[in-house]
């Protein structure tokens, strides 16, 4: 679209899967937009409002178009949506000024901030989301790094998360959990949505938990470890949070 133009919004229109119509408006620094419950094959029917200069009083219309989307098992990024602080870079919320800090905007217990008071949060030749224990620093027994979100929309939701690196040492989760608690490590299997214990894996990988909640609601998501001071530890490059939106 040329924004020398003046565009200024878009009007949409679409069908539920109940047929209800749904319309609403949305502005041009919006950059995506989820159709919640669009009926599948039916069409969308959209038109853009401009005006052409700062001084100009009129508002113009374009004519109404009209497309069907193809829809099928479609993956809809909404991480910058509704999860705070997903890397690329990763902020602190204090910093030791050199390698270690303590992450903005997630919760991490006190016996990840193993250096000093500070950890979960560690930069190398990047920002990333640490554990470490041994190496001079003790170890971590059921350490949490976990964030509370709600999320608006029922269904299928999955967590991607990058290593940077990790070593086989200790017991390393990944979870999701229903509500606004984490669980301990020893019940990360029996009281989470979805859980991955990672240990095994290696620098490069992506790791993926999926999990469904009935109701809009808040999910916790993050990670759990347990590692002894022979040393241990694992590194998160970012993360990631999609939505399945299918019919």
Request: hydrophobic share 30%; proline share 3%.
């Amino acid at each position: 679209m040329d924004l020398s133009a003046g565009p200024i919004l878009t009007e949409v229109h679409y069908l539920t899967s109940d047929n209800d119509s749904v319309s609403f408006k949305i502005g041009m620094e919006q950059q995506d937009t989820l159709l919640k419950d669009y009926k599948k094959g039916s069409a969308v029917v959209y038109r853009t409002y401009y005006r052409p200069d700062s001084l100009c009083i009129d508002t113009f219309k374009t004519a109404y178009d009209t497309y069907t989307p193809a829809i099928e098992n479609v993956w809809v990024d909404l991480t910058t949506k509704y999860l705070l602080n997903a890397g690329n870079p990763f902020y602190y919320d204090t910093w030791d000024g050199g390698r270690w800090g303590n992450l903005a905007d997630w919760t991490t217990t006190d016996n990840v901030k193993n250096a000093g008071g500070y950890g979960g949060y560690e930069v190398k030749n990047h920002s990333m989301i640490a554990m470490e224990s041994g190496w001079g620093k003790p170890s971590i027994t059921n350490g949490k790094i976990y964030q509370s979100l709600y999320l608006p929309y029922s269904g299928k939701w999955r967590m991607t998360v990058n290593m940077n690196d990790l070593n086989d040492q200790g017991r390393k989760y990944i979870v999701a959990a229903l509500g606004q608690n984490f669980p301990d490590i020893e019940h990360a299997e029996d009281q989470s949505l979805a859980y991955y214990e990672f240990s095994s894996n290696h620098g490069g990988d992506n790791i993926s938990i999926t999990f469904s909640i009935d109701t809009p609601g808040y999910v916790t998501l993050g990670f759990l470890a347990s590692m002894t001071d022979n040393g241990s530890f694992y590194e998160v490059n970012y993360l990631k949070l999609e939505y399945n939106y299918s019919n």
